[in-house]
């Protein structure tokens, strides 16, 4: 009758994630790791068909903070080793990355990043115009003037990712419930005390939780109003382009 039948739901359960995208398996997967017991991740389809499967999937360590810098270099190196822990392939490839300057300020920013970066330990090199040419020579550069080079930045699949993540939660006692839609709360005050849920299947219940972490996405802002909380989050549209093969790209 689903996962949440399957095995007795603790009370209370230290976390109930709402949402099965890379940034809920994420959590899950985290949360387990730090030896949290008994999570419960709902999700109301099936894990990844939200916005994650169609994600770029790109790795990039060069953030323009410190702290968004330090996160995406311990991304990289986890997803290094996922498939390894896991046996679930993610995909990932280090082809590296270049980031190329047009102007003096930009060129100027990228040196200062690069520095941030440098003292995280983040592998990052500074290329003038003729290394980037030679790197990537699809680039017209005549107005480059230089920038930053990061031979272990790359790309994965967002959909491996998660499924990755989620199957080392699982691994740790995580209870991951697809087809499982969150349908409300009930909540002491400005506490939340349950978590309604109904499957697919017509199954229904409630869960009683000590957290409940809104990792819905695109949906983050409706999962909010029902959570009692405001999320100031407005979708957009993206697109991506599909070329024909390109000699040597």
């Known amino acids: 009758k689903g996962a949440l039948m399957s095995k007795a739901t603790p009370e209370p359960a230290p976390a109930v994630i709402i ?3 890379v940034i809920g398996c994420s959590l899950a997967y985290h949360l387990t790791k730090l030896g949290w017991t008994d999570v419960v991740l709902l999700e109301r389809k099936q894990l990844t068909s939200g916005t994650t499967w169609h994600a770029a999937g790109l790795i990039a360590q060069l953030r323009a903070s410190a702290n968004m810098t330090r996160l995406a270099k311990y991304s990289q190196e986890l997803y290094g080793r996922l498939e390894e822990e896991t046996g679930i392939a993610t995909g990932f490839r280090r082809v590296g990355s270049i980031t190329a300057a047009l102007t003096s300020e930009r060129h100027e920013e ?8 440098r003292a995280f330990g983040v592998e990052i090199d500074e290329v003038d115009t003729a ?6 020579p699809h680039l017209n550069t005549d107005d480059v003037l230089g920038g930053v080079y990061l031979p272990k930045d790359g790309q ?4 491996n990712i998660a499924l990755a993540l989620a199957k080392g939660a699982r691994q740790r006692g995580a209870v991951i419930a697809e ?17 309604h849920w109904q499957a697919e299947d017509g199954t229904s219940g409630s869960i009683e939780a000590d957290h409940v972490v809104n990792c819905a996405g695109m949906w983050g802002r409706e999962v909010g109003a029902m959570l009692g909380t405001g ?7 993206h697109f991506y382009i599909v070329s024909e093969p390109i000699a040597g790209l």
Not at 110 to 117: D, F, N, T, V, Y
Not at 179 to 195: E, H, L, M, P, S
Not at 231 to 237: G, R
Request: charged share 25%; net charge positive.
């Open 231 to 237: 999320v100031p989050l407005q979708a957009c549209e």
């Open 131 to 136: 290394e980037i040419a030679g790197k990537y």
């Open 19 to 21: 949402g099965g995208g």
């Open 110 to 117: 990228l040196r200062r990043s690069a520095a941030m970066a």
């Open 179 to 195: 087809r499982t839609k969150a349908t409300g709360v009930t909540a002491d005050g400005d506490r939340i005390t349950q978590v």
């Open 156 to 159: 994965g699949d967002p959909g």
